[in-house]
């Protein structure tokens, strides 16, 4: 148990070593991230009040643009230099390699909705009420991209179309987290947290099963050729 | 070549006329045995196909996922299981647009509107678009048998998502008039008579519709399976064939191709 605990933490702190070296999220995903914000305010016209109400749905939908290039990111490093065939011959058990894929994505993202949220409550005028029921909510919506995420980029790795074939496999699947992280964040924002607890179970459920996916899932997608 | 390639087996001819025979008994039900309804009149008959083809969907993909199911396991794992999988998704994503087509159009006059934004309109065009990545996914792959691996992987992940989108979409907003069939899940039919019997019909002749599709598309999968082999091994024999006159004198003129540029 203790071993694979640090196989997960080896792996995801190997794509958290090579985040920190190539800086590719910090320096691209994220200004990309707060770039949509802005050209949300652009599209709906920031005077009339709109901004803050559809605020949660606007964040969402930038983590979700954001989180579809982080997830392909953490599988391009993959596919380079074989380090697919690195992690085949190496002794972790499979779980453990998809657990800390998924974990680094997970991190990312994090620090991500962390810079995103504050670029809301400053862009946007939103008033931050519930903050625990934001971030138990978040945590969820993370886990469960993260998750999801992990699997359907390891299906679309190593495919010459994997930046276009990506979002079509995962947007459709990932609808639930992003309806309930916008619903739950609704009703948080709008100081009425008990609205949001079908949405967070929601969440909960789609995290673990996708993990539990994932977990079974990975060996047979990684022993192939 | 010895046999000609085609898709017909015993069982083509059998479903094929049945299928035909059930779709027009169907027209015949449909548009003028069953009564028009008492509020939504003629819009209401599109109803005979619209339900089967949902269920039809759903059929469909419990059948690609059952077959993934069934590749994955190791005791069971062969690639008919694969032209199962492959061949029931595409026609589930014809049923599910079909259903979204025949749905919009019965929207317009009863609803007023071709779209809303209700529960089993925004799972059911959810559910369109996690096969059609499916499909995209299929194609892309080349080797076979990760191909097969993949996808039935991708299959099964995507069919778990079905009953989350389900009920999150239900909880988000419900306009939709609840099941005919089962309201609530009981089995007490709200219409009866002669509409009944063209609904049951319609499942019937779509079924047989789906059977039929079904059959011929696993044996042309079978036989792309067979032709990209063929091509291989031609390439193959002519390759050898280069090879071997390596020794025999350069004079030697190659023959010229006796049909036209066309065949390779």
Do not use: I, K, M
């Given at each position: 148990m203790r071993r694979f605990a640090g196989s997960v933490l080896l792996v995801a702190g190997k794509d958290l070593r090579i985040e920190g070296r190539s800086r590719v999220t910090t320096n691209q995903v994220l200004p990309f991230a707060g770039l949509v914000l802005l050209l949300f305010a652009f599209a709906l016209?920031?005077?009339?009040?709109?901004l803050p109400r559809v605020a949660p749905g606007l964040f969402w939908v930038a983590v979700l643009l954001a989180a579809l290039l982080a997830v392909s990111r953490a599988f391009a490093v993959e596919a380079e230099n074989g380090a697919r065939d690195g992690l085949r011959l190496s002794v972790l058990d499979p779980a453990a390699v998809y657990l800390g894929k998924a974990a680094g994505v997970a991190a990312q993202l994090v620090a991500l909705e962390a810079v995103l949220a504050a670029g809301l409550f400053v862009l946007y005028d939103v008033d931050a009420h519930q903050v625990w029921l934001l971030a138990l909510s978040a945590g969820l919506a993370t886990a469960g991209l993260a998750a999801a995420g992990s699997v359907y980029g390891a299906l679309a790795a190593g495919l010459r179309v994997r930046e276009t074939l990506l979002p079509l496999l995962l947007l459709p699947v990932v609808a639930p987290v992003m309806l309930g992280a916008t619903r739950a964040w609704e009703a948080a924002l709008n100081g009425v947290p008990s609205d949001a607890w079908p949405w967070v179970q929601v969440m909960a459920a789609f995290a673990v099963m996708y993990t539990a996916l994932g977990v079974i899932a990975f060996g047979p997608l990684l022993e192939e050729s | 070549m010895k046999e000609t390639a085609t898709?017909?087996?015993?069982?083509t001819p059998v479903l094929g006329v049945l299928a035909l025979g059930s779709l027009a008994v169907l027209a015949v039900l449909g548009l003028w045995v069953a009564p028009p309804d008492?509020?939504?009149?003629?819009?209401?008959?599109?109803m005979y196909v619209h339900v089967p083809t949902a269920t039809l969907a759903y059929v469909a993909f419990g059948v690609t996922s059952l077959a993934s199911a069934l590749y994955l396991w190791r005791r069971t794992r062969a690639p008919r299981w694969d032209r199962l999988a492959a061949s029931s998704a595409e026609l589930g994503v014809v049923f599910t647009g079909l259903t979204l087509v025949l749905g919009m159009l019965w929207g317009r006059?009863?609803?007023?509107?071709?779209?809303?934004?209700d529960a089993r309109l925004v799972s059911t065009a959810v559910l369109f678009f996690l096969y059609l990545g499916y499909l995209a996914l299929r194609r892309v792959i080349v080797d076979p048998d990760a191909r097969a691996r993949r996808c039935a992987v991708a299959a099964l992940v995507a069919f778990a998502d079905i009953p989350i989108v389900h009920y999150s979409v239900e909880w988000w907003r419900s306009l939709h008039q609840?099941?005919?069939?089962?309201?609530?899940?009981?089995?007490?039919?709200?219409i009866s008579g002669d509409m009944l019997v063209a609904l049951l019909w319609g499942m019937v002749a779509f079924a047989l519709t789906y059977a039929y599709l079904l059959v011929r598309r696993c044996r042309l999968a079978a036989m792309e399976e067979g032709l990209e082999q063929r091509v291989l091994d031609v390439a193959v024999a002519e390759r050898r064939a280069e090879a071997?006159?390596?020794?025999?004198?350069?004079?030697?003129p190659v023959p010229a191709p006796v049909t036209g540029g066309g065949r390779a």
């Open positions: 016209d920031p005077d009339r009040g709109l | 898709t017909r087996t015993w069982l008492a509020v939504q009149g003629d819009a209401q008959r599109l006059p009863v609803w007023g509107v071709y779209w809303t934004w609840d099941s005919t069939l089962l309201p609530g899940g009981r089995l007490d039919p709200e071997a006159p390596v020794a025999a004198p350069v004079a030697t």
